[in-house]
């Protein structure tokens, strides 16, 4: 069965660190993209951040580039998100998913998603 399951969030005080996981099952992860991202109560899905399958290559939104760091473990078919010096308005429900093909941060293309991890960050 093919899934994709999202784990790490919690509550965070600002300034602190998060690392997401998205464990794939029922597919090899390396073959394909991975991206992740978000969504805020009354707000759209944003694309945070994503990695090719094949070359590892990565991309960023501007909100996050230097503070958030993609890598993947394809020994443990897992995607990693690590989140630096969290802000207020990282605050969502982060999903992964899954895209054949180059990666990209918007949701179009991607076929399989997780069911989301609360991020909240408030002192």
């Known amino acids: 069965q093919l899934q994709l399951v999202e784990s790490g969030g919690g509550l965070v005080q600002p300034g602190g660190s998060l690392r997401l996981s998205c464990a794939a099952s029922g597919f090899t992860s390396d073959y394909y993209g991975i991206g992740w991202f978000r969504q805020a109560p009354g707000r759209e899905r944003e694309g945070v951040s994503c990695?090719?399958?094949?070359?590892?290559?990565?991309k960023y939104a501007d909100s996050v580039k230097g503070r958030f760091t993609i890598s993947r473990d394809n020994a443990k078919n897992t995607v990693y998100l690590q989140m630096n010096s969290l802000k207020p308005e990282d605050t969502a429900v982060y999903y992964c998913?899954?895209?054949?093909?180059?990666?990209?941060?918007?949701?179009?293309?991607?076929?399989?998603w997780g069911q989301g991890t609360q991020v909240t960050v408030s002192s």
């Open positions: 998913a899954r895209i054949r093909g180059l990666c990209v941060l918007w949701s179009r293309g991607y076929d399989y």
């Open positions: 990695i090719d399958g094949s070359s590892g290559s990565t």
